[in-house]
């Protein structure tokens, strides 16, 4: 007798639930801060929680934000996240938030302890990579990083670059492998 997949008993029971829902879910990336990643040597990456009002929650779920100016800064044991531009929410009335308001970080106590010291050396900053969703809530990536001199972004472009040549070499030779 043949039974619809969808009307069989799942296997495992009630343990054997999808992963999505605990720790370490999926991700719905919002905005990327891919600038960062160029101008900065990342030394180290923390994921925070935002505290957002509901307009800019709507305005994230439509896919609209900008981190290129963002920075991070640690205030009286807080951290906030500075001109990260978050669009106002086309049908909000009066309840509308400013785009480039400061936002307070969700971090534990040792990560922002840690991040104030490291951010007041000389040459190290904290700036924003994403903001996306996980799990239904907005998180912000934030990394420790060092600025990069000139020559360390040719350096790296060059690098870059030698690697997609390596990669379209080995891709054309098995081309030619499988031709003939």
Do not use: C
């Not at 360390?152 to 054309?172: G, M, N, V």
Request: glycine content about 8%; charged content about 35%; overall charge positive.
């Amino acid at each position: 007798m043949y039974v619809p997949k969808e009307a069989q008993p799942k296997k495992g029971g009630g343990a054997a639930k999808a992963k999505d829902g605990e720790k370490g879910g999926k991700r719905k990336i919002v905005a990327q801060n891919k600038k960062a990643r160029h101008d900065y040597a990342i030394i180290d990456t923390y994921e925070a929680g935002l505290v957002l009002t509901g307009t800019e929650v709507k305005s994230l779920r439509q896919g609209r934000a900008s981190l290129v100016d963002g920075f991070v800064q640690v205030d009286r044991g807080e951290a906030w996240l500075h001109n990260a531009h978050i669009p106002e929410y086309s049908q909000g009335s009066w309840t509308n938030h400013s785009a480039r308001r400061k936002r307070k970080l969700l971090l534990h106590r040792e990560e922002i302890d840690k991040l104030s010291v490291k951010a007041d050396e000389t040459g190290h900053t904290v700036v924003p990579l994403a903001i996306y969703f996980k799990d239904g809530r907005a998180k912000a990536e934030i990394a420790l990083a060092r600025g990069k001199k000139e020559y360390d972004k040719r350096q790296t472009l060059r690098e870059k670059q030698d690697r997609r040549e390596s990669d379209r070499a080995i891709a054309a030779a098995k081309r030619r492998q499988r031709g003939a």
